[in-house]
């Protein structure tokens, strides 16, 4: 163990997989460890280069390695897989892995504290909770649509049917039908009071986070966006610019360019889609203002739309935008300046 100087380790659930070699590259250790080996393996192990796929309990593991005295790098595994040699397993993973996080121009993931592991959970169950709501609710219309009620659309119309779903004594829904749409507004209800207490502690988080205060300074960025973004970019550093932010979350058109000829696509989408969405669904609040406002990015944005640009263009546009001033707020540590210079 005392020849080894860089780790790969495959993670798992209970079966890890370990590739070290030592300084001259030379294969070391190839060896598959369960949980409880694999801490006593990296305790008793002198200090080295240990990488890690950023995935599921990556953050974890950097955490842990860390405070073991290693020096821990997490790479993202789509940079991992051009590294993996023939058919793909957890022995050539972990090797691929090792040759991964010794390449120069490689570029790693910041490990995220706990603090800001929990803000993210509690995105993802609102997100979860919110989709299953939407659900049910599309559920409730398609099944009373079949029995001529209708509602407008928007979630708040929706009292009307369920009204007439709670009034007993309505004779203009079968029996049987209300006793099989009532659990589903009971559960309907239940979700509401959920997602509003999740809520409750998103701006909890908010207004205790200096950085998600700053970005909800921005148009179009409310507390659950700024709050997301202020969680999932643990270092706003290791970006060179606000455009790469903007590649990172795949706001940023999609090239396919060959000798010297430019050709750009759409937007990439890659990256962290649940930020893009809020990123986007913000946008497309600013702009069903813009008309009446005289802010900088309404300006900018108004200046798209005259030239005749379809609004979801002008709506990804500016997210782009948006996310590229984030990017600047969260490096510079300042709040968005309502300027003219700013558009």
């Keep these: 163990m005392e020849q ?3 780790v790969g380790i495959d993670l798992a659930k209970n079966i890890f997989q370990v590739h070290a070699v030592d300084a001259a590259g030379r294969v070391v250790l190839q060896k598959a460890f369960r949980r409880p080996q694999l801490v006593t393996f990296l305790q008793k192990l002198p200090a080295c280069l240990v990488g890690l796929e950023a995935c599921g309990s990556a953050h974890h593991w950097g955490r842990f390695l860390t405070q073991s005295g290693h020096h821990v790098r997490l790479i993202p595994p789509a940079y991992v897989k051009p590294y993996v040699r023939r058919q793909k397993n957890d022995v050539a993973d972990a090797a691929a892995i090792c040759e991964a996080v010794t390449r ?3 570029r790693f993931v910041p490990i995220k504290t706990e603090e800001q592991q929990a803000a993210l959970m509690l995105h993802r169950a609102r997100s979860l909770l919110m989709s299953q709501r939407t659900a049910l609710i599309c559920a409730l219309r398609s099944h009373l649509a079949e029995l001529g009620l209708t509602a407008p659309r928007g979630v708040r119309n929706l009292r009307l049917l369920l009204d007439v779903l709670i009034d007993e004594t309505d004779d203009s829904l079968p029996a049987l039908a209300r006793a099989a749409l009532r659990p589903l507004a009971d559960q309907l209800a239940s979700m509401g ?3 509003a207490e999740l809520d409750h502690q998103l701006l909890a988080w908010h207004r205790a986070n200096a950085t998600s205060q700053r970005l ?3 148009p179009g960025v409310g507390p659950v966006t700024a709050s997301a973004l202020a969680a999932t970019v ?3 550093a290791m970006f060179a610019s606000g455009r790469e932010f903007s590649a990172f979350l795949g706001l940023v058109p999609r090239q396919s360019s060959s000798g010297g ?3 750009l696509g759409g937007i990439s989408k890659m990256g962290d889609r649940y930020l893009r969405h809020l990123l986007v669904s913000g946008a497309v609040a600013l702009l069903s203002h813009a008309r009446t406002r005289k802010g900088p990015l309404d300006i900018w944005a108004k200046g798209l739309m005259a030239k005749n640009k379809p609004i979801k ?3 990804v546009a500016l997210a ?3 996310a590229r001033i984030a990017w600047a707020l969260m490096v510079r540590g300042e709040t968005f300046r309502l300027t003219t210079h700013a558009a």
């Design 320 to 322: 782009n935008k948006m």
């Design 193 to 195: 009071a959920r997602i």
């Design 313 to 315: 263009v002008v709506a």
């Design 261 to 263: 000829k430019v050709k």
């Design 234 to 236: 643990a270092d706003p």
């Design 4 to 6: 080894i100087t860089t």
């Design 216 to 218: 909800a300074t921005i």
């Design 104 to 106: 120069p121009s490689m």
